[in-house]
Every structure is written in structure tokens, then in C-alpha cells.
């Protein structure tokens, strides 16, 4: 009886051994709504909606936590509703990009924050520029940021895109340019409010205005009344090997532009499956030539996940369902990340196809 107890128990301990790992989790429960979103450098970097907006990270092993949040605002801008303050969650997207081992966003003030995970602690620097810091985008030869109410600049305006050495954390800054990016009404905005960054020298921005419009902004000119919208009506939205795409700002048309600015329009067949019922909320594209898409299809409360060929278009498999109130998406390998603002989760979602 004792030898069989024994063989038992050396039998359960090979099976334990030769068990597989534990898999990596698919989820992950924020602390506070997740806006964008960002995988690299050392997990899953997460803006967090809450009061205050913080910057924190999440190991993709374990799915909890690191270190602690990184706080993004700044008292003195920060507006007050009863007394505490407010940071409120925009349909612009705040800043969030991973390059060169850290990941990289803004404070509420235009402050640049780096921050860098170094075991379980998370190591924060602050970068100050002349102006203030409105995004950061990663490019094929640094990271860039967009500078707006540059000192020197006409009195509703000042902008330009810097070069940060990534080493040194240095700033190279551009030269500053206010029209035609700018306008002098409501309905014109004051400014840019995305940038993404290609191959050099080359920069993609989006006006602030009642229409959106996108700009290279590297050819745009000093003086005033230079430079011509490349696309009227688009938001930048992502950008992945040298193209950009763009979607409508009230509507779901998708434009791709090419490294030398071509611009083409992507045909809706996406959005077969909805009967015309568009409710497109985003778009990013991954590293192998794939968009995927966040939206909801009419008739059905739950929203999908679509993923496109990205020259074509089409539907490449059949969408599927995620949550109720998907707002980010996060590329990583052969499938995305979904944060879902109301249910604070962020759920993989594997390619199909």
C-alpha cells in the first residue's frame, strides 16, 4: 500500500512538472477607465481616465500592476468642480507613444513625461519646452513633438515640431509656423491637436477645427497663406510602414495616404455587415500591413472589432464581439489589445483568418 502511495505521488509530481506555464492573461482589470493605450517597454502602459489622469503600467504576465501611477496634470491648469479638479475625457485622444524602451505622453500642463520601467519601479522624467507639448509621435528616425503657443509666435498661435534625442533626452527645436494650420474664428481652431511622424522630415498634423483637416507640416511654409490641406475632413488616426490613414470626424470613410502624400480613399465595404449603419469610433493600423477597427454594427448593442486588409479595405474575417464601450486599441503580434472605457478592461482579441 505504501509503495503504491508512493508511485501515486511520483506520478502527480511528473505531471506537475511537465505541465505547461501558466498562459498569459487575456485581461486586464485598470484601476480607472483606460483611454489610450500602448504595448512595449516592459507591458501595457494604460491613461487612465480618472481624477487625476495618471500614466500606469500593467505586466502582460501577470496582468497586475507596476510601480506606481504616474500623475499627469498639473494643479495650476487643472480646472475645479466642487473644489476637485477635473480632467475630463476628450474625443481626442491624449498622447501615448512607446519608443526607445519607454513610453512617452503629456501632462495637462505641456510637460513631456518619459517614463521608464526598471524592475517593479517606474523611473519618470520631465522634459519642458519653450511652449506647450500637445503629442508626441515615434518615427522611423527619433520621436518628434508637437509644440503649440510657442513664445514668438502671432498672438493665438506659435507652433512647430521638435526632435527629441532619445539618449540625452535633449530637445531640437523646428521652426515655428502659424497659418495657414491656424485660423483666426471659432470654426477654425487654434491650432494642431495630432501629429504622426514618417520617414524624415516628414509630419502629418490635424487642424483643430469644426472641420478637421490634415497638413504635412514640414512643407508648410513661414510666411502667411502658404500650404494647402492634404485632406479636408480627416482626423489622423494611425500610421504603420511610411502610410497614414485617416478616418472622417463624423462619419466612417477611411483615407490612406502614402509616404510621398497620395491620397486614396479606402471603399466602406467594411461596413457591409451593418446595413449602412456606421458607428466607426477607431482605427489603428499594426506592423503587418493590417488595419483594425472599433465600432458598432446597427442592431446590436455590443460593439465589434473589425480587421481590414489594409489596401483594399475589405473585411479579411467576420468581426468580432467585444464589449459595450470600446474607446483604444493596441496592436501586438497577430492580434490587438481593446480597452473598454465603462467596464475598465483591456481585452486581447487574436487575428481571425
Known amino acids: ?9 511520483l506520478v502527480a509530481a511528473s505531471l506537475a512538472c511537465a505541465a505547461p506555464a501558466s498562459a498569459a492573461p487575456t485581461l486586464i482589470r485598470t484601476e480607472a477607465p483606460p483611454g489610450e493605450i500602448a504595448v ?3 507591458g501595457m502602459w ?11 503600467l500593467y505586466d502582460l504576465t501577470t496582468g497586475t500592476p507596476v510601480g506606481e501611477p504616474v500623475i499627469l496634470h498639473d494643479d495650476a491648469s487643472l480646472q475645479r468642480y466642487w473644489g476637485k479638479p477635473l480632467v475630463p475625457c476628450c474625443a481626442v485622444p491624449h498622447p501615448l ?3 526607445a524602451g519607454s513610453a512617452w505622453t503629456v501632462t495637462a500642463g505641456g510637460r513631456i513625461v518619459r517614463a521608464t520601467r526598471t524592475g ?7 522634459i519642458g519646452l519653450e511652449g506647450s507639448a500637445r503629442d508626441v509621435a515615434a518615427g522611423s528616425s527619433g520621436l518628434y513633438a508637437l509644440e503649440v503657443r510657442v513664445p514668438g509666435g502671432v498672438p493665438w498661435a506659435g507652433h512647430r515640431v521638435d526632435t527629441i534625442d532619445t539618449a540625452t533626452d535633449a530637445v531640437a527645436v523646428g521652426r515655428i509656423f502659424d497659418p495657414p494650420v491656424t485660423g483666426g474664428t471659432i470654426f477654425e481652431g487654434q491650432g494642431p491637436l495630432q501629429l504622426a511622424a514618417g520617414n524624415p522630415g516628414i509630419f502629418w498634423g490635424t487642424k483643430a477645427s469644426v472641420s478637421m483637416r490634415t497638413y504635412r507640416l514640414d512643407r508648410l511654409a513661414a510666411s502667411r497663406g502658404a500650404g494647402v490641406p492634404v485632406v479636408s475632413g ?6 504603420a510602414r511610411g502610410v ?6 463624423y462619419a466612417c470613410a477611411i483615407t490612406r495616404l502614402s509616404p510621398a502624400g497620395r491620397a486614396t480613399s479606402v471603399p466602406e465595404r467594411w461596413d457591409a455587415t451593418s446595413r449602412g449603419g456606421c458607428r466607426l469610433r477607431r482605427i489603428t493600423a499594426d506592423g503587418h500591413g493590417a488595419l483594425w477597427a472599433i465600432g458598432q454594427v446597427r442592431g446590436h448593442t455590443r460593439a465589434r472589432v473589425f480587421r481590414l486588409d489594409g489596401t483594399t479595405g475589405r ?3 467576420a468581426p468580432v464581439r467585444v464589449g459595450f464601450d470600446p474607446w483604444s486599441l493596441a496592436p501586438a503580434g497577430r492580434g490587438v489589445w481593446v480597452g473598454d472605457f465603462t467596464a475598465r478592461t483591456i481585452r486581447f482579441v487574436p487575428a481571425r483568418g
Open 1 to 9: 500500500m505504501a509503495s503504491r502511495t508512493r508511485l501515486l505521488a
Open 40 to 42: 512595449g517597454a516592459g
Open 46 to 56: 494604460v491613461v487612465q481616465e480618472g481624477t487625476p489622469r495618471t500614466l500606469r
Open 97 to 99: 507613444v512607446v519608443s
Open 120 to 126: 517593479n519601479t517606474i523611473t519618470v522624467t520631465s
Open 234 to 239: 480627416g482626423r489622423l488616426i494611425a500610421r
Open 244 to 249: 497614414t490613414w485617416l478616418k472622417q470626424q
Open 315 to 317: 473585411l479579411t474575417a
